[in-house]
């Protein structure tokens, strides 16, 4: 006699990246930040390099990114770099699906969230564009807390939202997500098809690695809503 297999953890809520996890918007951020760099005749830094920072708040990534920048400059480099990705974001769009799982996760009562690097004002932007506001219950910006992979965000939207961190999932495309769901006690799932690439998401040991847009989407439809 076989042993049933056990059921799946079951998660209330989903708090998700945006850029790069529901966003396809890994390239778009990188030829934005490499394009600031070359307006300003800085050193170029590699795709890899740039691809890191994404998530972090855009002042942290700049510390990071380009280490030489002297603080009368950082204006400038925050001008040049949301010149291009204002020319680019209408090319933007969520993965393929995804916008399907999020209206399906909703529906069977799943408590949808944002934990995003971004501003306010980025996001908001990018999800009214979108059609998604009626969607997510609560959101979070790096202007509204420490950014990843301080917990700050997340346990903002967990005491919003009335979450017990045992029945949260956070998912996102880097090792930043991963780090910030750890540090709150939450579950992550990472996904490999955004900004770090699988060995790194790996070292940070998330709860699960998910390699394509449809393993994620089938991962967390058998967890979640």
Do not use: N
């Not at 390099?49 to 204006?75: C, F, K, M, N, T």
């Not at 750890?182 to 690439?197: C, E, K, P, T, W």
């Amino acid at each position: 006699m076989t042993s049933p297999t056990p059921l799946a953890k079951q998660y209330r809520a989903v708090i998700f990246d945006w850029d790069g996890t529901l966003l396809d918007s890994t390239h778009h951020i990188v030829g934005a930040l490499l394009g600031a760099c070359r307006d300003l005749g800085l050193r170029e830094p590699s795709r890899e390099e740039a691809g890191w920072v994404i998530g972090l708040s855009l002042q942290a990534a700049l510390y990071r990114l380009v280490p030489d920048l002297g603080a009368d400059r950082v204006d400038a480099f925050v001008e040049r770099y949301r010149a291009h990705f204002m020319a680019l974001q209408y090319e933007m769009r969520l993965f393929e699906g995804q916008a399907g799982l999020l209206r399906d996760l909703s529906a069977g009562g799943a408590v949808l969230g944002v934990a995003t690097g971004k501003s306010r004002r980025g996001l908001d932007e990018s999800i009214e564009r979108l059609g998604l506001r009626d969607l997510f219950r609560a959101t979070r910006t790096a202007d509204e807390a420490r950014g990843k992979p301080d917990p700050d965000m997340l346990l903002q939207l967990l005491a919003e939202l009335d979450l017990a961190p045992d029945s949260v999932l956070m998912v996102g495309d880097t090792t930043h997500d991963v780090l910030m769901a750890r540090a709150a006690g939450v579950d992550s799932l990472a996904v490999a098809y955004g900004a770090h690439a699988p060995s790194l998401l790996e070292s940070a040991r998330p709860t699960a690695l998910a390699a394509t847009v449809p393993d994620m989407q089938a991962w967390i439809r058998a967890r979640a809503g």
